[in-house]
């Protein structure tokens, strides 16, 4: 795989660039050859583009807000899109408060649309309250499918598809929109920030069922690294195999001439 053929790259958070406060090998390297070129696409439902710049910078990472696209907040703009909307949200303080600054109405009693993040208190109440609610006709988004995603000693850490799955055990056949990867919106929120042809972007991630499934839709190649699945140790195996084939394709070309 020649990066030098891409004109831009979706690069995947947990897995692929860090591991909860640890930064995996070869992320630091990967921002600096793309630059700008780069957007960080997750199924993150906890931080905002602000809050994970933040928190990267303090890791050593440097990816502006504007470069970062996230299936929580992607969630709450498509919802304060739809209009005369009540929401029951279940989230962290900060997408509550991203939630508030779209003008999304918190408080009302009965929720026309439900959307369920990677909540760290959801609890059996909160699993009694949303399955009358949708009794009731609210309409359940979800940020993103994920069961969980990889702790810092490769223990799995619950994301929003385990929450999601507790609501389907009791409501098997309930229909909800999902936003986050594989989905296409979230694609195209991260296409539209990038110039050039979409077949010169390359999609990195680590999970077969969302990065790989949601490229594909979109005619992308993905490079998956990490874990059963990865083709690719970590990003710094990735770069290096990248730039050697890349190097040697120069010099054929010079041989050649």
């Not at 990038?194 to 992308?220: E, H, Q, Y």
Request: glycine share 10%.
């Amino acid at each position: 795989m020649r990066l030098d053929l891409y004109d831009g790259f979706l690069c995947d958070l947990d897995g692929c660039l860090i591991s909860g406060t640890t930064v995996l090998p070869g992320a630091r390297s990967l921002l600096d050859y793309a630059g700008d070129r780069l957007m960080i696409l997750s199924n993150n439902s906890t931080d905002t583009p602000a809050t994970l710049s933040a928190r990267l910078k303090r890791l050593g990472l440097i990816a502006p807000p504007e470069r970062i696209v996230l299936a929580g907040t992607s969630a709450l703009d498509h919802l304060a899109q739809i209009g005369n909307v009540r929401l029951g949200l279940y989230a962290n303080a900060a997408l509550r408060a991203y939630a508030q600054g779209l003008g999304l109405s918190l408080n009302s009693p009965e929720p026309t649309h439900i959307l369920l993040t990677r909540d760290e208190t959801f609890g059996y109440k909160d699993l009694c309250d949303t399955l009358e609610l949708l009794a009731k006709g609210a309409l359940l988004f979800v940020a993103n499918p994920d069961e969980s995603h990889p702790g810092p000693d490769g223990t799995p850490v619950p994301e929003t598809g385990s929450l999601l799955a507790a609501i389907l055990s009791v409501l098997p056949d309930l229909r909800y929109t999902m936003i986050g990867k594989p989905e296409a919106g979230l694609y195209r929120a991260a296409l539209a920030r990038l110039s050039g042809d979409v077949r010169k972007v390359l999609a990195i991630g680590d999970n077969p069922k969302t990065d790989a499934a949601g490229a594909a839709r979109f005619g992308m190649e993905c490079a998956l690294v990490g874990g059963s699945h990865g083709t690719w140790t970590d990003l710094e195996h990735l770069l290096e195999a990248g730039r050697t084939a890349s190097t040697l394709a120069r010099y054929r070309a010079r041989t050649c001439t």
